[in-house]
């Protein structure tokens, strides 16, 4: 996750107990183990669970459902944006990529596989366009 954009994280969960990107299952849902958040008094004494729950259609995370999610109306739970977007840099690279919140770009499958070694060239770039004070908007394609 590259951080493009301030946030206040504290303000996104001020009014519920949990707040993250959504993963849609079979009539289930959960959140995105990469971007999730609880309040704290709410997990506190719970059991949480990292794993899948296939049965369900849940990936990581999706083991939490009966203790957790499943307490909550999923139509009442404001979730995290969740967009993909093209983004051009210097007129040499252009790739599609996912944006959250409006504030993180997520670098997508590198974790289970060697996904990195052709997305690395253009993240280098994407993060030198950053450091010398270019905004994400600068380089989204219209």
């Keep these: 996750m590259i ?4 946030i206040q994280l504290s303000q996104r969960i001020a009014s519920q107990e949990v707040y993250g990107t959504l993963n849609d299952g079979n009539s289930y849902w959960n959140l995105w183990a990469g971007y999730c958040f609880f309040k704290y008094a709410k997990v506190a004494s719970l059991p949480m669970n990292f794993l899948y729950d296939f049965s369900r259609g849940l990936d990581t995370w999706g083991r939490n459902w009966d203790y957790l999610y499943s307490q909550y109306a999923r139509p009442q ?18 790739s599609t990529v996912q944006l959250i919140d409006n504030a993180w770009v997520h670098i997508g499958g590198v974790s289970y596989n060697n996904n990195l ?3 690395g060239v253009f993240f280098e770039h994407l993060i030198e366009n950053f450091q010398q004070g270019s905004a994400i908007n600068d380089m989204v394609v219209h």
């Design 77 to 94: 739970i404001k979730f995290a944006d969740d967009i993909r977007i093209e983004l051009k840099i210097n007129d040499q690279f252009q």
């Design 117 to 119: 070694a052709p997305k």
């Design 3 to 6: 951080p493009v954009s301030p």
